[in-house]
Structures are given as C-alpha cells and as structure tokens.
C-alpha cells in the first residue's frame, strides 16, 4: 500500500457514504456528558435544537416534531400521522425510499398508488398533474426530495407547486438533502418534511424529526395509527410539559446541539450545500479521469452521493476494490440499482476537497494494484 491511511480527526476511517457519516471530534465530545431527561437544563437544550431545525427550514408557522430512531422512523410517523384513514397517498417512486414509503402505507392500511420512473429519471409532472386529475380521492402526494438510491435531486419545489395548484397535501422525505440543500418552506409549500440528525447536519444517528405546519399537525390529532409514532401526540405533550412521551436520544440530542451550532458558523444550508458541491466535483471529475461513468448526467445529480457504473474490466472485483480502498480508510457503498450494476461514493460528513482528492488517488493506486486500466463500463 504506497498512499498514507486517511483518518478522521478521531482516528477513525472516512465514511464516504450517505450517513452515517464522519462527524466532528466536537460533535463526538458532546456526548460525554448525561442529562435528567425531564431536567431543565436538558428541556432547554432540547427546545434550542428543535427551534434551531425549525429556523434552518425558513418557514414561520412550522414545529419541529422529534421521533426518537432512525430516519425511517420519522418517515412512518409522518405517513401515518398525517394521511388519515380514509385517505389516499399518491407515491412518487425513482428509488428504494419510495418503494418503502409504500411499505409503510401497506402497514399502516392506508389506501396508495405509485407514479414510478426509473432509478436514473426524476418524476414526470405532467403524468403527477394527470395522476391527480383522474383520481380524487388522493389526499396526499409523497416525494423524496434526494434520493440516495442513484444520487438524483428530483425537482421538489416544481412537485410542490403542482401538488398545491391541484389542491392536494405534499409529504417530503428530505432525509439525504435537508441541511445542505434548499427547501425553504416560505417558498416549497408542504403539510411535512422528514430528515434525521446525521445526514447533511452531521450529527450522529438516532434522532429523526418532522418539521410540520403546525396548523396542519393540529388537524391530524387522531389520525395515527401507532402510539409511539404519533406526531400530534409527540407535539401536544412537548408543547405542554416540555418532554417527550418516551425516553428520548439525550446524548443524540445533545451532540445534534453541537452539530447545528457548527451547521451555522458554516454559513448554514449555503455554505454546508457549497462544500459539499465542491467535494461532489472533485469526485466525479477524478472519477471520471480514471475512465468512471456516473450514473447520472451532472444536471440530475444532487451533491450528496455519486453512482457510479461498474467497471466492465475482467480484473475488476468490487469486493477486492471495497477491501483495499477500506485499508487506505474509506468506506464506500455498494450500489442499490436495478437499472445497472454499480457502487456509490458519498460527498458529506465532515469531509472537504482535499479528502475527496485522497479517495481518488486511492482509487487509482488500488485500481493499478488490480490491473485494472480503466473504471469504463463498456
């Protein structure tokens, strides 16, 4: 092995993946402490992060809904939370997190129906704006504003508007963009958005949120159909004694507390989307340079995380690639398409140009190692 092991500030491989993500040693070391979940100090950090979400999406009339777990968990409450019973969602699906959303509809017996393209093509608004015509009793139309399957930014705030112009409820999965990429709810009208901690805010995993408008939240009191996963309860309970129902993430909380300070002494969504956009190009253009292929053409493609196709070479082995570019410590993604076989490398964390540089240097030292002359895919 000819290149230096890159590492973390704490030692640790560089995660080049869509989260989690490497994080900070400051964030790390906001965790070393512990707090009585129902004691002031900790009701007041809480109250600072769930303002402080609030304030990064832009809109006034918006709540930050916690749920304690994963991003999906943040996903299912808001599913189930805000379609009502009787209600119909209208999924638009160019990735797994669609198709998982209707997996969570099926769960939650709620009534759906697909809009589908493929991995590699944003959702069409015209076949959108025909679904919504034919079909009246959808209430709801679900989006995912990245979508980390292929790394495609689809176009939300043109979802939005057609969504709104036919009088129905937009739900957002904004899970990989939120933090770094602009959705300002003052301009992109939604009922919810759900993300998590540990994605573009760069926090650790184990905290996903709604932001929701909070007259539209009031109106859906009622409407879920799980105890843990209700929003409205969620909110009505923080609103009212300043805890959560359950035992909540407090060291999760207090390390996203940490995160969001860093998110704003980077220039907020501005300058935390700026160095990732400058990581993204100097990984597709080294890539490319080694003969690579994206996936996607460059207008497609969100700066969060790169598909890239397989090499075509005989030499080429993804496990060996994988194995040796974790020995020079980077950590990458297999790929999740049906449309080609391909890896994904991420462009977020707390990683900058230079970083990205390494991992294509490390790219190119392991792929001479394998004897493989080019990353082309044909």
Known sequence: MSLPRAKSETGDPLLLTPGPLTTSKSVKQAMLHDWGSRDPAFIALNRRVLEGLAEIAGGDGLVTVPMQGSGTFAVEAMIGTFVPRDGKILILINGAY???AGRIADRARRAWTALETAEDTPPDLAALTAALDVDPAITHVFAVHCETTSGILNPIADIADTVAAKGRRL????????????????EVRYDALAASSNKCLEGVPGLGFVLCREDALRAAEGNAHALSLDLADQFLTLERTGQYRFTPPIHVIAALAQALDEHRDEGGVAGRGERYRRNCRTLIDGLRDLGFETLLPDALQAPII???????????????????????????????????????????????ERDMAGAVEAVRDVMAQMKVPTGAAV
């Open 98 to 100: 669609g198709q998982r």
């Open 306 to 352: 790169v598909t890239f196709r397989m090499p075509a070479h005989p030499n080429f082995s993804f496990q060996t690639f994988y194995d040796a570019l974790a020995e020079r410590g980077f950590l990458i993604y297999p790929g999740k398409l049906t449309v080609a076989e391909s890896f994904r490398i991420g462009c977020i964390g707390r990683l900058d």
């Open 171 to 186: 739900l957002v999965d904004s899970m990989s963009a939120f933090g770094a990429l602009e959705i300002d709810a003052a």
